[in-house]
T-cell receptor, first 111, second 116 residues
Framework: KQEVTQIPAALSVPEGENLVLNCSFT??????LQWFRQDPGKGLTSLLL?????REQTSGRLNASLDKSSGRSTLYIAASQPGDSATYLC??????????FGQGTRLTINP | GAGVSQSPRYKVAKRGQDVALRCDPI?????LFWYQQALGQGPEFLTY????????KSGLPSDRFFAERPEGSVSTLKIQRTQQEDSAVYLC??????????????FGPGTRLTVL
């Protein structure tokens, strides 16, 4: 059974810092991995999707990497801003169509 | 274009009541998913449709939970005889094609269900 773990559970940093969020998964037989952002009381906003054949994806100040063999992904956020404060979720898709999610990292950027 | 929409956004039910939650996927999307998100947790899979066919319902927690998508577009998640542990946010997602595991899923805003 696929299990996804995100570390840390919560993170608080000053504005302007670069930061890394971690995601690990137990079964390396995945098709893709998605990083989502969730604001309080809101749904999920997809940030980046990495297919299993890819090593990384970039969008603006965000960069996500995938090491399928070791079961790890990282989300790098450059020059953090208060508007980046949210919960970040990673999810993997295996042989079934469903996504398996981690519990999320709650990120706070302090002005 | 319009994204995934869900209604109602908030629902309060007394224990024992039946509830129905609606999902309107992105137009033309073949696949539709329901997830349940408890407070402080990541979403957990409930069920998956490809067009009108329910291909996976392994995540439904009990036979009180029932989902349908009769015409292959709008879907309804019904919970009978609600219990306090059913309190959660119910998220719907859709994906453009069926049968491909490489598709991205697009999520709606969710319905927050509170059972008193």
């Amino acid at each position: 059974k696929q299990e996804v773990t995100q570390i840390p559970a919560a993170l608080s940093v000053p504005e302007g810092e670069n930061l890394v969020l971690n995601c690990s998964f137990t079964d390396s037989a995945i098709y893709n991995l998605q990083w989502f952002r969730q604001d309080p009381g809101k749904g999920l906003t997809s940030l980046l999707l990495i297919q299993s054949s890819q090593r990384e994806q970039t969008s603006g100040r965000l960069n996500a990497s995938l090491d399928k063999s070791s079961g790890r992904s990282t989300l790098y956020i450059a020059a953090s801003q208060p508007g980046d404060s949210a919960t970040y979720l990673c999810a993997v898709k295996g042989g079934a169509q469903k996504l398996v999610f981690g519990q999320g990292t709650r990120l706070t950027i302090n002005p | 274009g319009a994204g995934v929409s869900q209604s109602p956004r908030y629902k309060v039910a007394k224990r024992g009541q039946d509830v129905a939650l609606r999902c309107d996927p992105i137009s033309g999307h073949v696949s539709l998913f329901w997830y349940q998100q408890a407070l402080g947790q990541g979403p957990e899979f409930l069920t998956y449709f490809q067009n009108e066919a329910q291909l996976d319902k392994s995540g439904l927690p009990s036979d009180r939970f029932f989902a349908e998508r009769p015409e292959g577009s709008v879907s309804t998640l019904k919970i009978q005889r609600t219990q306090q542990e059913d309190s959660a946010v119910y998220l719907c997602a859709s994906s453009p094609r069926g049968g491909s595991s490489y598709n991205e899923q697009f999520f709606g805003p969710g319905t927050r269900l509170t059972v008193l």
